[in-house]
């Protein structure tokens, strides 16, 4: 099954991350997977546009199947593997609701990070203000506080007592969130979900290879 799908992957970037977590998450390890430089450009390379047409990652190949947006990738293989290795999906409708809407939301969540630590690359030098970056940390921290409360109200996991899809798609975000300086002190639930998730073996086993060879991080977030 896995040798039947390719993975075109970078280092740090939280969409192909979550297509990582998700196979592992399904026992589908083994699949023919090939690490790409974003530095050098190489998710425009022919080899990544043969497979999507955008020159983006992660690109994603099973048989004939192509799917390369993360949601739709982690949605693919839960329903094509689902009686294979660990439920993503709650059996409970509440559960499903809240799933999906925290997956959706993760989104908002990941743009708002996105503004803050890409400021200086989404926006040419001429046209920086601090006043502006000053106004999407706040967007930020204003989000932030919306997922203290989710995880203050429903516990260890995004969408009820068991990990899901929500967690699969939500959580690299929050890694690098902590991964660029967000205080643990200053979100406490954050912390706490990002500390026991990291030890969970899928996420272990597909931690961005940079990272564990530089594991300091940046301070980017270390105001907000």
């Known amino acids: 099954m896995a040798q039947d799908m390719t993975l075109l992957w970078g ?8 297509v990582m977590i998700l196979l592992e998450e399904k026992n589908l390890q083994g699949y023919n997977h090939k690490l790409l430089s974003f530095d050098k450009k190489e998710h425009k390379s022919q080899e990544v546009l043969d497979i999507n047409p955008r020159g983006q990652l992660p690109s994603f190949k099973h048989g004939d199947n192509v799917v390369n947006d993360s949601y739709a990738a ?27 809407q925290r997956m959706f939301e ?4 990941y743009e708002k990070l996105n503004a803050v630590i890409y400021y200086d690359w989404f926006v040419p030098e001429g046209e920086r203000h601090d006043s502006a970056l000053k106004r999407n940390k706040e967007a930020l921290a204003t989000e932030l506080k919306l997922w203290e409360g989710y995880l203050q109200k429903h516990g260890k996991h995004l969408a009820g007592r068991s990990f899901s899809l929500a967690d699969v798609t939500v959580f ?8 660029m300086g967000l205080s643990a002190e200053s979100y406490p639930q954050l912390g706490q979900y990002h500390a026991l998730l990291k030890e969970r073996p899928g996420i272990k086993r597909s931690w961005p290879p940079h990272w564990l060879e530089n594991p300091k991080g940046q301070d980017a977030l270390k105001d907000i």
Do not use: H
């Open 11 to 18: 280092s740090g970037s939280c969409p192909c991350w979550r």
């Open 74 to 100: 982690c949605f693919y293989l839960e329903s094509q593997f689902k009686s294979q290795g660990n439920q993503l999906i709650p059996d409970s409708p509440a559960e499903q609701a809240l799933m999906y």
């Open 106 to 109: 993760g989104l908002t969540l």
């Open 172 to 179: 690299p975000t929050v890694a690098t969130l902590f991964r």
